[in-house]
Nanobody, 119 residues
Framework: QVQLVESGGGLVQPGGSLRLSCAAS????????MSWYRQAPGNERELVAI???????NYADSVKGRFTISRDNVKKMAWLQMNDLKPEDTAVYYC?????????????WGQGTQVTVSS
């Protein structure tokens, strides 16, 4: 079984920064896609950032220029650097792993970590 453990969330003032970490363990045959999602109260879970093994990136329009996704396949870890945080960034953030590029691969989810941006 593949397991993902997230950390790094917390309370931060607007304009501040946080770095989220995601550590993977278990029987991992490959890491094709690493991504970060978030879900605010009353909203559906949305894609924030995605990175493929080939180095392709994509970000939600709301976070472009502020968030950066990175990964290390040897260490089996991923990170989300979040700068210039805004109150609307408040949500539970989830790490997601796909071992193949196919969207039919449901992948694996982390437990989520709370990020709260408030004065």
């Amino acid at each position: 079984q593949v397991q993902l453990v997230e950390s790094g969330g917390g309370l931060v003032q607007p304009g501040g920064s946080l770095r989220l970490s995601c550590a993977a363990s278990g029987s991992i045959s490959g890491i094709a896609v690493m991504s970060w999602y978030r879900q605010a109260p009353g909203n559906e879970r949305e894609l924030v950032a995605i990175m493929t093994s080939g180095g392709s990136f994509n970000y939600a329009d709301s976070v472009k220029g502020r968030f950066t996704i990175s990964r290390d396949n040897v260490k089996k870890m991923a990170w989300l650097q979040m700068n210039d945080l805004k109150p609307e960034d408040t949500a539970v953030y989830y790490c997601h792993l796909r071992q193949t590029p196919s969207w039919t691969d449901q992948g694996y989810w982390g437990q989520g970590t709370q990020v709260t941006v408030s004065s």
